[in-house]
């Protein structure tokens, strides 16, 4: 019995994707200018790390990290009364000296 022809030489069936585009985009980013201001849409990544490397390209800084605020609401107003741990860790916040960022996890 011989291998389909897409299997021989190293081919495969499927075109070579990196692990992450494989799974969900899990994280959706926003951003604004000042305060009032409507959010918009940057895009959505499959990690915290992935969406990061984007806030960090928009704002053209050098830098190769940077911090989340963790809002963290404890009467659950803002939540629906939800005060779990995950849902805390669902909004991520980055305030640059230009935007605000919020990061947010979606529900798929």
Known sequence: MTAPPCFKKGRFPFPALPVAAIFLRMWQLKA???RGTPFEEIGAYPTIADAARQILKLEGGSDFALSF???VDTFGTLTNGDTSDAEFLSRLEYQSP?????LTRRMN
């Open 32 to 34: 604004r200018g000042a």
């Open 69 to 71: 605020r963790v809002h």
């Open 98 to 102: 230009a935007r605000f960022f919020l």
